[in-house]
């Protein structure tokens, strides 16, 4: 039962969750410039799990016979026979309820917009098939995150949201561009799409640098439209190293770090940056 369960959560890429969650809570807090109470903690808790849940089981069963042709994702847990397809397709359905319902609990926006949520999530896999901005997509998945955490609060739209998501949007879209270059020789053979199949692996580390300027740009002009304080732009500038020691440590040349690397600087990133952003508020 212990490896059933293990298997289930690795499938799913639990950790990653603990990755995306710091944002939901950035715009939280943002969008009240104060602490939040225990329920809706909890609720945007339960919410961005059962999102991001349901978009790894989506992922993992669209894509579980392309996962099988490639060597580096062969060894996955569907591929493998140690998990049967149905089974994470219940875990999905079983996370959307968790999402529909938290969204329910918070407010009418959150719980209309939730829906719209969980089809973008689930037709993202597909987006390889038909384009190489499918990096963006996945951008675009993860600048969920915060509009989530922001309507989850207030149940409303602003300028600063849109700042925010961008922000998260362009530094999702940019490490997501150099993780796929480890697959470009497979995308060619198989017919699937990517910004290192479109325009090759040097320029498509240009490009990733130019996200992360965006994003970097999003971030600094999120501060200066809320009128943040310092503490605030000291966390973008030590957030940010881990943005170049992605750069530092993985190269056109040299793709063999990116698995660690990316965990890391990801996770790096993420906590940083929503530290900061909480010392701002307080």
């Known amino acids: 039962m212990f490896i059933k369960l293990s298997n289930y959560l690795k499938s799913v890429r639990f950790e990653e969750t603990l990755f995306s969650l710091p944002f939901a809570f950035v715009g939280a807090i943002l969008s009240r410039r104060s602490y939040l109470e225990l329920e809706t903690t909890l609720l945007i808790i339960l919410a961005m799990f059962g999102a991001r849940t349901f978009g790894m089981a989506a992922n993992r069963v669209i894509d579980s016979t392309i996962d099988s042709w490639n060597p580096r994702t062969s060894s996955r847990h569907i591929p493998k026979g140690l998990i049967h397809p149905n089974e994470l397709i219940l875990i999905g359905c079983i996370a959307l309820v968790c999402l529909f319902f938290a969204a329910w609990k918070l407010n009418t926006l959150a719980f209309v917009l939730s829906p719209f949520a969980a089809i973008y999530l689930g037709i993202y896999p597909y987006s390889k098939r038909f384009t190489w901005l499918s990096s963006l997509v996945l951008g ?38 150099i993780y796929h270059t480890q697959d470009r020789e497979f995308y060619i053979k198989y017919g699937l799409h990517s910004f290192a199949q479109r325009f090759g692996l040097k320029y498509s580390f240009i490009i990733s640098k130019f996200f992360d300027f965006l994003a970097i740009f999003s971030f600094f002009s999120l501060g200066f439209v809320m009128d943040l304080p310092y503490t605030y732009y000291l966390g973008c500038l030590l957030a940010s190293v881990g943005i170049f020691l992605r750069y530092y440590f993985v190269a056109p040349s040299d793709l063999s770090k990116i698995p660690v690397v990316f965990m890391y600087s990801n996770a790096y990133f993420s906590f940083v940056f929503f530290i900061f952003t909480l010392i701002s508020v307080m």
Do not use: R
Not at 159 to 168: N, P, Q
């Open 140 to 177: 675009l998945a993860l600048s969920i995150a915060p509009a989530g955490g922001w309507i989850a609060v207030t149940g409303t739209f602003s300028l600063e949201i849109f700042l925010l998501c961008s922000g998260v949007a362009f530094w999702a879209t940019a490490f997501d561009i």
